[in-house]
């Protein structure tokens, strides 16, 4: 037989269960869910700078941005590209190291053209020479001087109208798509560098064979102009393949393709997956509050600046990306970092019951 005091407290115990399970039922249908997000984030650079090596005479730089939420965008882009029998040279600045602060502007690599370089050098060696025969226009000259001037020109007019039969040949070849611009480019030039040499030769035998007239200097001089122009322009090209850092930030060194990187890492964007449901309850703007276990006990505040209008699917479910700034001036994340960001949504929230509901109809897919 059980004692009236057993049964008293065993009849409590039942009440108190049977009040406990009625006030929890009540507050799943009155209590709306909690008004935020957590989701998984991955940490991505503000901006990113690569320098690639695509194949043998082909290098191509870029500068991306971490900002969208659908992932990097495309700020900058840059294709050199050398033909490939002028044995193009890609050098590194040696006195780089990897994790070393690289500042906007500085060089980090040179791309070096043999060929381009050669013709430079020609190019100045004939306008030093014209200058010289310029000063000396008033002078006269000796009549063997007057002869290796008319025999220069016939070697260059020989060497131009060679030239003509070859650039007509790659011209074609290049309308017919076996030769690439380069190639085609290289041919040109060539025929601009001999057509020069020509105007050399014959500017050097006018001067032999003039006297000191104003009219004869101004020749001379439009001369030297000319290939102070060119010059500039091959001054120009070889300066184009000097590669420098369009953004401040943190080296690294390394890879098949990717010879190196620079990453602008204040401040980072976070990418996140927003399921669809909640959508509409996400703004730009919103507070963001981000953990990563790589860096302990460190809560980074930012906010929402990105949301994609176009679903994507991800594990069977529909989600939209999200992008969120954070400040970073300590540099503690770093690009590919993860962890969990908690973002704060907009609007009433449904109850535990609903929701629940929802799932087992299949209305919360």
């Not at 039969?165 to 017919?176: M, N, P």
Request: proline letters at 4%; hydrophobic letters at 45%; aromatic letters at 4%.
């Amino acid at each position: 037989m059980i004692a009236p005091a057993a049964a008293r407290r065993t009849a409590l115990r039942r009440i108190a269960g049977w009040a406990a399970i009625l006030v929890l039922l009540l507050l799943a249908v009155v209590t709306p869910q909690w008004g935020g997000m957590r989701q998984k984030a991955l940490v991505d650079a503000d901006q990113t700078f690569r320098l690639h090596a695509i194949e043998s005479g082909r290098h191509q730089w870029s500068l991306r941005s971490g900002w969208p939420a659908e992932g990097e965008a495309l700020v900058r882009e840059q294709v050199l590209e050398l033909e490939r029998s002028d044995l193009v040279e890609l050098e590194i600045d040696p006195s780089l190291s990897p994790g070393d602060v690289v500042q906007e502007g500085r060089v980090v690599a040179w791309l070096r053209s043999p060929r381009d370089e050669r013709q430079l050098a020609e190019l100045q060696a004939m306008r030093t020479e014209l200058e010289a025969q310029r000063d000396l226009l008033g002078a006269g000259q000796r009549i063997e001087q007057v002869e290796e001037a008319r025999q220069r020109v016939r070697l260059a007019q020989a060497a131009w109208e060679g030239h003509q039969l070859e650039l007509t040949r790659v011209r074609r070849l290049h309308t017919e798509g076996a030769t690439s611009d380069a190639e085609l480019e290289q041919a040109e030039v060539q025929d601009r560098l001999l057509a020069l040499e020509l105007e050399v030769a014959q500017a050097v035998r006018q001067v032999a064979t003039s006297s000191a007239r104003p009219e004869e200097l101004l020749v001379v001089q439009a001369q030297i102009d000319a290939l102070g122009t060119r010059v500039v322009e091959l001054e120009g090209r070889l300066d184009g393949l000097t590669i420098r850092s369009p953004i401040t930030g943190l080296l690294e060194m390394g890879g098949n393709k990717v010879v190196l990187r620079v990453y602008d890492l204040d401040p980072v964007y976070l990418r996140m997956a927003l399921p669809e449901t909640d959508r509409h309850s996400m703004r730009v703007g919103a507070p963001v509050r981000f953990r990563s276990q790589a860096v302990a006990d460190i809560v980074f505040e930012g906010k929402v600046v990105d949301i994609s209008e176009d679903a994507a699917t991800v594990n069977g479910s529909q989600v939209f990306w999200v992008s969120a700034e954070v400040p970073n001036s300590s540099l503690l994340l770093r690009s590919g970092m993860s962890g969990v960001a908690r973002i704060d949504l907009e609007g009433p929230r449904r109850g535990m019951v609903a929701s629940l509901w929802d799932e087992l109809t299949g209305f919360g897919q």
